[in-house]
Nanobody, 114 residues
Framework: QVQLVESGGGVVQPGGSLRLSCAASGSISTGYVMRWYRQTPGKRREWVASFGSAGNTTTVVDSVKGRFNTFRDNAKNTVYLQMNSLKPEDTAVYYC???????WGQGTQVTVSS
């Protein structure tokens, strides 16, 4: 069994930054792939970023390219989503997702507003 615990959401002004954390515990293999998704009310959950596929590379959706990055701290078994130059349209609930076993984090709210 694997548990994913997210933290780091909050309210930030446009242009600001936030770092989300997704701490993994339980039976998890090394070198795992982690994905980030986000969802706004009435819309489908949207993939945002992935870390760990194809040799620990990072991939992000075009709308956040150059602003978001995701990386892993193996010692802490934690994956981060660094979000810079935030825009109001980035407002959403953000989820981390472990494809191996299909585990979701509980979600954390990010609100970008002046």
């Amino acid at each position: 069994q694997v548990q994913l615990v997210e933290s780091g959401g909050g309210v930030v002004q446009p242009g600001g930054s936030l770092r989300l954390s997704c701490a993994a515990s339980g039976s998890i293999s090394t070198g795992y792939v982690m994905r980030w998704y986000r969802q706004t009310p009435g819309k489908r959950r949207e993939w945002v970023a992935s870390f760990g596929s194809a040799g620990n590379t990072t991939t992000v959706v075009d709308s956040v390219k150059g602003r978001f990055n995701t990386f892993r701290d193996n010692a802490k078994n934690t994956v981060y989503l660094q979000m810079n130059s935030l825009k109001p349209e980035d407002t959403a609930v953000y989820y981390c997702y472990l494809p191996s076993g299909s585990y979701w984090g509980q979600g954390t709210q990010v609100t970008v507003s002046s």
